[in-house]
């Protein structure tokens, strides 16, 4: 029967989020979810530095398949905006260092995916994936949930076409965004 590890990732500069499922089939079984707290941190490139390294020991430790991770939504501020983005951008260096497949699903699209509702709460999020896998009991902050949510969306988009931004490597990723490479 073929298997995968799936890494989901809820970059952040305070916290981040992640969660690991490993796909039997059809059928997914929950590994872990835990958080990686920044917020003792104020120097911002520690914070990525941390990020990195904690991504290449979950790859490490866990040999994840692929990843998916959330992708930053736009909100007012466009400092925390950038700062999400570089997050998001150092985990996904981590992974792409290691030739994993990754790809980007919104914050809309992974509730959608566990709750079909896209505008589901962070708490709702989390009471479905504590039911589908059978989850004793949730974390005090959502953000491991959000991470392995990103996970549980990328099973149930597993095969469709367009599931989100995806991304096997550095060569994938400078031949899908040409115009962002200097040369």
């Not at 911002?44 to 866990?62: N, S």
């Not at 009991?137 to 491991?144: A, F, G, I």
């Not at 076409?161 to 490597?169: D, E, F, I, Q, R």
């Amino acid at each position: 029967m073929n298997e995968k590890i799936i890494l989901g990732i809820d970059p952040g500069t305070t916290i981040m989020g992640f969660g690991l499922i490993k796909v039997k089939g059809k059928t997914m079984e929950f590994l872990q979810l835990n958080e990686l707290q920044l917020k003792k941190y104020s120097d911002h490139y520690l914070k990525l530095k941390l990020i990195f390294e904690r991504t290449i020991e979950l790859i490490e430790t866990y040999n994840p398949d692929e990843i998916a991770i959330e992708a930053p939504f736009f909100g007012k501020n466009v400092q925390s905006m950038l700062k999400l983005g570089r997050a998001q951008g150092v985990a996904m260096a981590a992974g792409l260092s290691r030739e994993i497949p990754i790809t980007e699903y919104s914050p809309k699209k992974i509730k959608m995916a566990i709750t079909g509702n896209g505008n589901a709460s962070k708490e709702q999020v989390a009471k479905m994936l504590q039911s589908l896998l059978q989850l004793k009991e949730l974390p005090k902050n959502l953000d491991s949930t959000d991470g392995l949510a990103a996970a549980v969306c990328h099973f149930y988009n597993a095969g469709k076409v367009n599931a989100g931004k995806s991304y096997t490597g550095w060569s994938a990723f400078v031949k899908q965004n040409e115009k962002r490479v200097k040369k």
